[in-house]
Structures are given as structure tokens and as C-alpha cells.
């Protein structure tokens, strides 16, 4: 591009013929977002409406991904609540639950929610565990010498006592 001495363009040239990229494919599953976004949107009102003590707590707002596991294509991306709440009028633009952050890709979350995931599936696999025995959580961990805190016991000082495996992963 040449350009005058008052910024305007006087000729265009093409030094470069553009190379074809390479092809982008969507992969989510239209039933499982529809699904997903629903599901997301139910339980954060749910918990958050729960008037239970610890249920309730901060629960204004969510994320879901759903990943195939042997390609990691993404299948349903989700963020709650979404800008769509503001427009429909469902909630204010100076909400504590950011409707505009999109949880799914730009929040921060502890990387032990995923630890726990691929801990358990590993003890499954080894036949550590059924699934469905009953686990002790007291809220605390000795881990040499740290001492590890739940975020609940941390907080509040209590503790989820006898989770099963699916309940402490949900």
C-alpha cells in the first residue's frame, strides 16, 4: 500500500498471493449444547435457591465443557448466566455474577477439580475403588508436612463427612 503525505492511499499492490489455511471443523453437538446450557442454568438456580447454609454459597454462576475424551473435540460449551439474561431482562448489567465473563474459556478455576477427576478415574481403573463405596472426608489432609484444606472446611470449618464417588465429583 503507498500512501500520500496526507495518509491517503494512492495505489494498492499484491507482493504475495495468499496460500489456502487449512481447514476448521465445528464439533458441537447441537442437542448435547441445548442439553448442556439447560442443565448449567438449572442447577446453579437450583443450588443457589436452595436456602441451605453451605448449598447456596457463591452460587450465582457456572460453566460447562463437555470434551470427547479420544479426540478432545468440544461437544457443548457453556457460561452462566449469559449476556442473553440482560437482553431478556432476567438480570441487571451490575449483577455479581458477571454475565459477561465467559466461564468456560476465560475464568480461573483450581486445578484440583481436574486432579480429582483423573485420580479417580485411574483408581477405578486399577480397582482401587468401586465407585460407590462411601469416601471419608474430614476436610483436612496431611500431605507430608502441609496440610491440605478442603475450600469448605477452609472457609467454614466443616466438613462433607461420607461422599460417594459420583456426589464428590459433582
Do not use: W
Request: aromatic letters at 6%; proline letters at 4%; glycine letters at 8%.
Amino acid at each position: 500500500v503507498t500512501y500520500d503525505e496526507h495518509g491517503a492511499v494512492l495505489s494498492c499492490e499484491v507482493t504475495k498471493d495468499a496460500l489456502p489455511g487449512q481447514d476448521i471443523y465445528l464439533t458441537l453437538d447441537i442437542a448435547l449444547q441445548i442439553a448442556a446450557e439447560d442443565a448449567l442454568r438449572v442447577n446453579v438456580n437450583t443450588v443457589a435457591n436452595t436456602g441451605s447454609t453451605l448449598a447456596g454459597i457463591d452460587c450465582n454462576a457456572g460453566a460447562v465443557v463437555a470434551l470427547d475424551p479420544s479426540t478432545g473435540e468440544i461437544l457443548a460449551m457453556g457460561s452462566y448466566p449469559t449476556y442473553n439474561d440482560i437482553i431478556q431482562g432476567q438480570l441487571s448489567e451490575n449483577e455479581d455474577a458477571s454475565p459477561y465473563l465467559n466461564r468456560a474459556t476465560s475464568a480461573t478455576y483450581a486445578p484440583s477439580e481436574l486432579f480429582q477427576l483423573c485420580t479417580s478415574v485411574a483408581a477405578l481403573d486399577r480397582g482401587k475403588i468401586d465407585g460407590y463405596e462411601l469416601i471419608s472426608d474430614d476436610g483436612v489432609m496431611q500431605a507430608g508436612e502441609s496440610e491440605l484444606c478442603c475450600p469448605l472446611h477452609e472457609r467454614f470449618g466443616v466438613a462433607h463427612e461420607q461422599l460417594s464417588l459420583p456426589t464428590a465429583l459433582s
